[in-house]
């Protein structure tokens, strides 16, 4: 079965700091997608980043940017020069592109002034 | 904005009742998924549909039910209800039926609350 494991409940750091998210999944398929999401205050899903599974560079998106261990079936959320507008919970999910995408339990971040 | 629209945003009710909640998706996506999150989890995948039709079932209860009508919105049935009830329920879509070409793009949920 798909799992996907967010260790971190909360994190907090000054704006303008570099901040990692961990994830780490369990899946059996050879190819699948790996995507953070958003939910800020507002709690609308906003999709962050993706990254296929048979890509090996990893994926950037501006201030965002992932590493992928696929060996290691981790994919962390690295976000440089933090802004205030990233306070949200953020959630790692992943899925074969299919169906089922599996969400991790989230975690709450807070960028302080 | 997502282009999906999700109403009503805010929905209480007592238990045994049944509501019903709806989404439509972005302009041209044929497939619609319904999530619900519960408080302070992640999102569970309830239902999927591809252009009128079910293509995949998550961890919906019974008392659950959904369709997707010919103009493309959906609805979200949800009966008997109780107070675990309570949660987030999101609509998502896609263009495909397989959405790793194509990200889901989510609605603002309706929050549901079971008295």
């Known amino acids: 079965a798909q799992t996907v494991t967010q260790s971190q409940p909360e994190m907090s750091v000054q704006e303008a700091e570099t901040v990692t998210l961990s994830c780490t999944y369990d899946?059996?398929?050879?190819?699948?997608?790996l995507f953070w999401y958003k939910q800020p205050p507002s709690r609308q899903m906003i999709l962050v980043i993706r990254?296929?599974?048979?890509?090996?560079q990893n994926a950037t998106e501006n201030r965002f940017s992932v590493n992928f261990q696929k060996a290691a079936k981790s994919f962390s959320l690295k976000i440089s020069d933090s802004q205030l507008g990233d306070t949200a919970m953020y959630f790692c999910a992943e899925g074969q592109g299919a169906q089922k995408l599996v969400f991790g339990q989230g975690t709450r971040l807070t960028i302080n002034p | 904005d997502s282009g999906v629209t999700q109403t009503p945003k805010h929905l209480i009710t007592a238990t045994g009742q049944r509501v019903t909640l709806r989404c439509s998706p972005r302009?041209?996506?044929?497939?619609v998924y319904w999530y619900q999150q519960s408080l302070d989890q992640g999102l569970q995948f309830l239902i999927q549909?591809?252009?009128?039709?079910?293509?995949a079932k998550g961890n919906i209860l019974e008392r659950f039910s959904a369709q997707q009508f010919p103009d493309l919105h959906s609805e979200l049935n949800l009966s008997s209800l109780e107070l675990g009830d309570s949660a987030l329920y999101f609509c998502a879509s896609s263009v495909e039926a397989a959405w790793g070409d194509s990200p889901l793009h989510f609605g603002n949920g309706t929050r549901l609350t079971v008295t």
């Open positions: 302009s041209g996506d044929l497939s």
């Open positions: 990254q296929e599974a048979y890509k090996q």
């Open positions: 899946t059996s398929e050879s190819n699948y997608y």
């Open positions: 549909y591809y252009n009128g039709e079910e293509r």
